[in-house]
């Protein structure tokens, strides 16, 4: 089996890196490369249609809307004590940025981490694409999507804790492909398919690792440092992989940390220039507001009727790129949320809401709200970078793209470190620790191909790959929905209402791990008692 997956991985990354090449020469390219490249787009458009169509993005909402209701809609009724764990956790406790396990990493680095592989190039590029395609309305629905999309992730975080074991370096390994093995395992029905499940979607995870995760964002931040600067992508290309490499290559702890620096300052640098925008248009805002809401339900403006057509664009657009962005329901950021020294499951499910929250409700509504206030959609022909380009030119003039294509470099850097992390989880548990340095050394040559090919087709085989690993994460997260929930119940009653302190916690399926964590935890509970004396 594990072979087969070997030779199955390395096949169909020959046949992308091959597609892409014989795609950047189409016009020198022999007739059987052009044939190739033509069955391949086929193949691949068809499988695409499927896993990004209106029936799995129907699946990936409504599984939010299952555990939303299953929960009480969670992420309302107890979104003070959210806000109390995260941001303001961020602020004022300092357990937050701390580790007692020095194999694990701290809450804050798992949100940086998560949010450097989320917050990418399609926060501008994908926000402004869904408005050019799906009109303002969209991004009514990418709200939606991610209001619902934030108990989705919970539900993964919660699950990837819960079933985490330590690997051989005595590190935490996680993920969608642990909880399907080990969680099915008790399911009459299922036990027999979730191994199968759970290789299924480390390999997807492997594939798309290496399109979604490196070569496509590598191949953006070429172009458009190219446009900007003049930099041949080729220099690029082999400085961002002796930068990569130094990081990937010392694990997750170094990428933990590299993130830990960088995603903050370019969140808030990118915010406050959003921000500027805003204020500089701060006139349009009610009426941004007003394009929002109407084109959401297909209203057409100055008209005053209703278009189905419309509002099936802005529905469809809106949910994609919230999946696209967010990514709740793939299954890809648990991999890293698995990997703190947290011990309760529902911390780090609280984690994985409010990452939903920045990177969608924050970031993209922001890129949305600059490019609505300050661009003429109807007169103008810019997409993509160059239509946020244009929205920033409004207020920076001729600075609009060089500051872009600085955005563009750290947003999809700090994805390739994200997902080579998540590349690598998946590698360990296919094929064991030894295989993950040679993973690595694979993924980063792969970021010098990406700097010089042209990679559409490419660009597109790894959007499949990034949507198939939903289909054995959605019904994971399903099957296991009862233990999500009573779980949950356990953590509210000791912890919130604090209305059953003496209830066993849940905090592992293996009971080794569920008595050790219990006595960390005792001995915590001890410490904070024994500082809280000599205070008083």
Known sequence: MKKIMVILCLAVCLLTAAAAGAEGASDSAPAWTQNLVD?????????????????????LIGTGIYFSIRTHFFQVIYAKFVTNMTFLGILKNKKVKGITDKKAISQFQALSTALAATIGVGNIAGVATAITIGGPGA?????????????TNYSENVLGIYFRRKNAQGEWSGGAMHY????????????????????????????????????????TIATSMNGAFGIPPLAIGIALAIL?????????????????????FMAIAYILATLVILIMHIQQVPAVFAQIFQGAFGVQAGIGGVSGVLMKEAVTMGFKRGVFSNEAGLGSSVMVHSST???????????????????????????AFTVLSSVNLGTTSAEGVNLVTEAFATSFHSAAGGMLAIAVTLFA?????????????????????KSTIYYKIVFIVF???????????????????????????????????????????????????????????????????????????????????EETAVQA
């Open 39 to 59: 069955a391949i787009t086929a193949g691949n458009s068809a499988v695409n249609n499927i896993v990004w169509g209106i029936p799995m993005l129907v699946l």
């Open 180 to 219: 399907i093995e080990n969680g099915f395992q008790d399911k009459k029905f299922f036990r027999h398919i979730g191994k199968p499940l759970a290789v299924l979607f480390s390999v997807f995870c492997v594939l798309a690792s290496f399109g979604i995760g490196n070569m496509s964002q590598v191949n």
């Open 413 to 433: 850097f700090t994805t390739v470190l994200g997902w080579s992390f998540y590349g690598t989880k998946a590698m360990e548990y296919l094929f064991g620790m």
């Open 139 to 151: 991004v009514f629905w990418m709200w939606v999507s991610a209001f619902f999309g934030m108990m």
């Open 244 to 264: 990569a490499g130094l990081v990937i290559i010392g694990g997750v702890k170094r990428i933990a940390k590299v993130a830990e620096s960088i995603v903050p």
């Open 341 to 367: 020294d947290v011990k309760e499951p529902v911390v780090q499910g609280i984690w994985g809401i409010f990452e939903v929250f920045f990177d969608t409700i924050i970031v993209c509504t922001l890129t």
């Open 447 to 529: 970021i010098v191909v990406g700097a010089v090919m042209k990679l559409s087709l490419a660009w597109d085989i790894s959007d499949t790959f990034n949507g198939l690993m939903a289909i054995p994460n959605l019904i994971g997260i399903l099957v296991l929905s009862g233990l999500v929930i009573k779980i949950t119940r356990n953590y509210v009653g000791r912890k919130i209402k604090k209305n059953a302190p003496d209830v066993k916690p849940m905090l592992s399926h293996f009971e080794e791990i569920q008595v050790w964590q219990e006595e960390e935890m005792r001995k915590e509970d001890e410490a904070v008692k």
